[in-house]
């Protein structure tokens, strides 16, 4: 479950890097890299999903490494910076999903 979501994460991290160099679609290859990049983590996610992972937890840990990971990429890639209200927001958003899996009821079993 957990290497599905991961490579959610990943695939989705990296179409939306491209995204940013897709200039509105209108460059081929960064484009082509956007569709298969959101393409492979819908799969991927599908995946995890399939193996029984929570879709609560499952969409939350992709939301949030995704926006961590963006946000970091931008920063030290991309000259975008980031202020420590956008660190705050980052560590809140994890919080949270780490708030969805240790809050969920354990398994019978």
Known sequence: MWFW????VLAEVTGTVALKFSEGFT???PSVVVALGYGVAFYALSQALALGMAI????????AAG???IALIGAVF???GL???QI???VLVIGGVLALEL??????G
Request: hydrophobic letters at 55%; a positive charge; proline letters at 6%.
């Open 83 to 85: 202020t420590w209200v």
């Open 88 to 90: 705050g927001g980052i």
């Open 103 to 108: 809050g969920r009821a354990p398994h019978a």
């Open 56 to 63: 609560g937890v499952a969409y939350g840990v992709w939301a």
């Open 5 to 8: 979501l991961a490579g959610a």
């Open 27 to 29: 460059r081929p290859v």
């Open 78 to 80: 991309l000259g975008e």
């Open 67 to 69: 926006v961590a990971l």
